[in-house]
């Protein structure tokens, strides 16, 4: 009986190893929908392309706000004409950037240069918890200066908010490729 009973025991003790796995790295299975993207419809000294669904806010100083309502999310569009202060709006923006630099993991600059449109500019890629994940500027480098940031309403954690920045992402790219100066 002792035998029996030193046999339950040793068997409950080893049979109660909990191998500890490490949970594979994935993304969240999140589906947006499909891109379909319209003219902007205010007049302003430039036009640009806006996803259809997004709602598109008139301010004044040929400002806009792209808001996206179901991600919490809307892309600031600043404009500024320029008047011999092309320095100083760089300057300005850049700025704006690295400010940002304290909560950053990292920022990943990218340029633009179409001669054909006279489109020439900077986006940024803002990683980590700050409170902008993107900021871009574009110019024609001697009459305008568009300035624009992606702003979540909520606490900034990158890791939730990304699949949500990697889909307004593509838009303002979209929007930087078909911007086109009016004269």
């Excluded at 046999?7 to 409950?12: A, D, K, N, V």
């Excluded at 889909?167 to 078909?178: F, N, Q, S, V």
Aim: with cysteine.
């Amino acid at each position: 009986m002792r035998n029996i009973l030193i046999l339950i025991i040793s068997f409950i003790f080893l049979s109660c190893n909990d191998d500890v796995l490490p949970k594979p790295k994935a993304y969240l299975s999140l589906e947006y929908p499909k891109k379909e993207y319209k003219n902007l419809e205010f007049l302003r000294p430039y036009t640009f392309n806006v996803l259809k669904k997004a709602i598109v806010i008139d301010d004044k100083n040929n400002w806009l706000k792209v808001t996206y309502p179901k991600l919490k999310a809307s892309i600031d569009i600043t404009y500024r004409p320029i008047e011999d202060n092309l320095k100083e709006l760089l300057i300005e923006a850049e700025k704006m950037v690295f400010k940002h630099t304290v909560k950053a993991e990292q920022i990943i600059p990218r340029d633009f240069v179409n001669s054909k449109k006279r489109v020439f500019g900077s986006l940024y890629e803002i990683t980590g918890n700050a409170a902008s994940q993107i900021q871009f500027h574009i110019t024609d480098s001697t009459n305008n200066f568009i300035k624009g940031s992606l702003y979540f309403y909520a606490k900034p954690n990158y890791d939730s908010i990304l699949p949500a920045v990697a889909y307004i992402k593509e838009d303002i790219l979209h929007l930087i490729e078909t911007l086109e100066w009016k004269k």
